[in-house]
DNA sequence: CCTGAAAGATCGGGCGA
DNA sequence: TCGCCCGATCTTTCAGG
């Protein structure tokens, strides 16, 4: 929780590298491949997570396999002074919401949703247009990836995520 | 890699939920807390990453450490007939570029980039807005995020993210 | 599907260079 | 800062219900 990053060095970086790759690499192992005791990768480690680089580790999920099947994106446009501490409160009120941003440009914010299935999302939609600072949305509907693994981990400071016990019980099938 | 992912039971959902507030949790803890023993944890894990259900295990760093401090979304609009393939093709050949995908509405994709600074970004804006089959972009920038952590991870069925060692040498400093 | 046992690896703290 | 040492814990395989 300190913050005073301090310049990383190679070794950090490579380590950073090895446990985005598989966080459950060991210390010994790392080690090994970048020529450092397992302790002084450890050591390492902790002072990363101490200072705010490292925030957390997390296991990726397939959306899909715990019942998200729709995703998408909504511009937001506010009614004239749009605090964004309102919105944020708002916004944390969803469980469906999995992001949410001030942007530059047309919109006031950006919000990225998770929801089963399009009439899930459709009645999402609906409660968030009900807000009452909200003056317009636009949504884009995600149709495919092109990129496989698209990261966007660690867009904000993830630490924790669990999306996966707030709403839909019905898996793959 | 198998592709039968399976109804997942509740302590299926419990083990995701331990691994996703992170991922470095022993099996044998993550085992007294649901009531089974390690062994039978680490059989549910191998299993959901054999059937693609938990598709990696990442640490999640705050882009900004690593020197990723300019974040923007950009809708590229795209010449007739914009082949997905084509897109996907030429947009994996920007180690900026961390998300990508088709949407419905008006734009034909969604990029998600990251820079190191704001010129940076307009340097790789100028990039992809050469591209051959591409006619218009609208980019925004994000300002702040409004969730404090932004899961989105496994968007697509992360595994390794590995953006770090590709561009930028400079850290918090 | 589960548990329990056992061998080897890993973790995490302490200490000295 | 590092590496080495060591007891406690964890991982992983195997046998058995």
Redesign the interface.
Known sequence: MAHA????DELD??I??A??????TSFAEIGTAIGLSATAVKRRVDRMRE?????????????A??GWRT?A?IEVYCDGAAP?RR??EV??RYPE???????????D??L?VRATDVEHFEEVLERIRTESFIRKT????????????????????????????DEPGS???
Chains 1, 2 share one sequence.
């Open positions: 990053p301090g310049p990383l970086r490579k950073i590298a446990l985005t790759a598989n966080a459950r200072t705010g680089v490292i925030t957390g580790f997390t296991a990726t999920v397939r959306p396999a715990l995703e994106y964004p919105i944020a916004v944390r919401i999995t992001a949410a941003m001030t942007v530059s440009g047309g919109a914010a950006l990225h636009i949504s884009y509907m995600v149709l495919s990836h092109l990129i496989p693994d698209s990261p966007e981990a660690g867009a904000g400071s993830s630490a924790v995520q669990g999306y996966g016990l898996p793959t099938r």
